[in-house]
């Protein structure tokens, strides 16, 4: 029998699960030449024409499993992949030269597509460079097929597994079926990364940031991985798998303990309402935020809808996610940030030493206005809805704010001229995420109609911590004394200024960082759907005079360790029934 080894990672997204291992990989296939001889050219022709078919079968099948489980707006992709994989051009072009070069299907098929990916990322075109991931995302499952091996990709992950790769990528990561996914484990990230924020989204455990994972781990071995405790255990012994089982048991009971808190209305017990909203990264969570009784979408990550479709979803597309979320979710407000493009959320030909400090979120809409106009058009025309409010992601400057506003106006014109109907109050906030707007919060209250405090960016931003890096995670910490008393600064600015302050970063999901919040006077707090029900359990036994008194005194801490081992005594106090809080 294996011996059991524990690997350790960072904790995610909470859950435990046990499954078969399934490792995702993203390797090429090895290509070689072969010379085919006269007799078996049309043989060969044949054996490609077929992999083509098999290919598009597959796509096929995905298509109709996404569009099913996720809505059509996810699918789309696919559409335009099944169409490349039919380009006559590139089709005729192997076929006639199997039987001019008399080499085989995969040598020629991979030069072709090498030849035509080079012609589109010289392209000026962006839509056209983009097309190149999307070019290789075909061809790899073609030359797959042909060479006979499977296609590992996250869509074709059997039931019961747990997923194992380096990294997944975004727009992987939104294609993962939470209906075979059991559980995730990857080698990079942070608590941050993305794929932990579609992990908690998708409500799947997940464990990042283990070290030399694929070394160490096998296809179809069975694991228990732990979401809680940031472990994955291989073989595990008998007296280990009874020990989880009972976990899952309590968890379980857990979850029963605070499902009455979905319903209950979020104020503390001395009556302040918080507002508690849900963060959400695809449109069909509407229903987890319903579910989990969120009072709104506090953040609706749109880059998403870009990065499932791999290029920029058409005014028309945007509009019918957005008008649906709105009338989902009515008479509660859908806050829509625009795209939050960049970072870690790269473009497929555009990479930057430094993303984080690079061109990204509204730098990149405002160095567009046609890209720009068309996601705020979708959202103003949604609006009639009214309860859509808008959000700029990574503000840092003041004329950041005006340009925008200047192109906001543009765009109200020209509805106003085409007579299409949409809110003439909407609200237009911006997320407060950087140390520049933070700082200048005072003078920024002025021109905006809320502020959301972005404390994932924010705590990066401060401590100058990569939130994606795995070497230097163990200095993310938001409850750093620092970003503390840059959120203090920012609620008093926008209070001063008579606009509300939410928070929408991981933070506000972090039950000892509750108190401390609403300490602060904050008005909204924005966090998966799945933590909502414990917020409010949390915040439902405390008064705004004992928050008080515990943010005054959190932000004298030397540093966040301090904080946090202070919050953890007074949330312990305050829940000795179950042992403080999970
Ligand atoms: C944040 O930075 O805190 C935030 C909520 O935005 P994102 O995680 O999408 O960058
Ligand atoms: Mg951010």
Redesign the pocket.
Same mark, same amino acid.
């Given at each position: 029998m294996a011996k059991e080894r524990i690997l350790k990672g960072i904790a995610v997204s909470k859950g435990i699960c046990q499954g078969v291992v399934f490792i995702y990989e993203t390797k090429d296939v090895k290509v070689v030449q072969t010379p085919i001889p006269m007799r078996y050219l049309e043989t060969e022709v044949e054996r490609f024409t077929k992999a083509l078919k098999r290919t598009e079968k597959e796509l096929s099948n995905i298509k109709e499993r996404i569009d099913e489980e996720m809505g059509v707006d996810f699918a789309q992709f696919l559409d335009a992949q099944i169409l490349m994989l039919k380009d006559r051009d590139i089709v005729e072009a192997v076929s006639s030269r199997i039987r001019t070069e008399k080499t085989n299907a995969e040598y020629i098929y991979h030069r072709v597509l090498d030849e035509y990916a080079k012609k589109l990322s010289a392209s000026r075109d962006q839509y056209l460079r983009e097309r190149v991931a999307d070019i290789w995302d075909v061809g790899t499952r073609v030359l797959r097929n042909l060479v006979g091996l499977t296609h590992s990709s996250v869509v074709d992950v059997p039931q019961g597994s747990v997923l194992v790769a380096h990294d997944i990528s975004p727009s992987d990561a939104a294609l993962i079926n939470p209906a075979n996914v059991l559980g995730i484990a990857i080698e990079v990230g942070g608590r941050?990364s993305?794929t932990a924020?579609t992990a908690r989204a998708l409500e799947i455990p997940a464990v990042v940031g283990v070290e030399n994972l694929l070394g160490k781990i096998k296809n179809g071995e069975k694991v228990i991985l732990d979401g809680n405790r940031g472990i994955l255990i291989k073989s595990p012994t008998p007296g280990r798998i009874q020990f989880f089982r009972g976990e899952i048991k309590r968890e379980i009971e857990y979850q029963k303990m605070l499902s009455p808190y979905c319903e209950l209305p979020a104020k503390t017990r001395d009556g302040r309402q918080i507002d508690i909203s849900a /963060?959400i990264e695809f449109s069909v969570e509407h229903t987890h935020a319903k579910r989990a009784g969120a009072m709104g979408i506090g953040?609706f990550?749109t %880059?998403f809808l870009y990065l499932t479709r791999r290029g920029n979803p058409s005014e028309e597309e945007q509009f019918r996610v957005y008008n649906e979320l709105a009338k989902k979710m009515k008479p509660d407000p859908v806050i829509i940030?625009t795209y #939050?493009l960049g +970072?870690d959320k790269i473009f497929s030909d555009y990479h930057e030493a430094n993303p984080y400090l690079g061109w990204r979120?509204i730098r990149v809409s405002l160095d567009d206005f046609e890209f720009f106009k068309i996601q705020l058009r979708a959202i103003l025309r949604a609006s009639v809805n009214r309860n859509i409010r808008i959000m700029y992601?990574?503000i840092s400057t003041y004329e950041e704010i005006k340009k925008a506003e200047t192109y906001f106006d543009q765009v109200t014109k020209e509805l106003r001229r085409e007579k299409v109907d949409f809110d003439d109050h909407i609200q237009v906030g911006i997320?407060v %995420?950087t140390p520049s707007a933070a700082i200048l919060s005072p003078q920024l209250a002025a021109h905006v109609d809320f502020f959301?405090?972005?404390? /994932? #960016? @924010?705590?990066?931003y401060v401590l100058a911590v990569d939130?994606g890096n795995e070497r230097v995670s163990h200095l993310f910490d938001h409850f750093h004394p620092a970003v503390l008393r840059l959120i203090k600064q920012v609620i008093d600015a926008g209070h001063k200024a008579h606009i509300w302050v939410g928070?929408? +970063?991981? @933070?506000a999901a972090d039950p000892l960082a509750i108190p401390l919040l609403i300490g602060l006077g904050i008005d909204e707090l924005?966090m998966s759907p799945v933590a909502i029900p414990k917020a409010k359990m949390v915040l439902r036994a405390l008064t705004v005079p004992e928050c008080e008194k515990i943010a005054a005194k959190a932000l004298n801490f030397r540093c966040a360790s301090e904080v946090q081992k202070f919050l953890r005594r007074m949330i312990a106090k305050k829940f000795p029934g179950i042992g403080g809080i999970k």
């Open positions: 941050t993305h924020i /963060n953040l990550r %880059e940030r #939050d +970072g979120a992601p990574m997320m %995420e959301s405090i972005g404390s /994932n #960016d @924010l705590t990066q939130r928070l929408c +970063g991981e @933070l924005s």
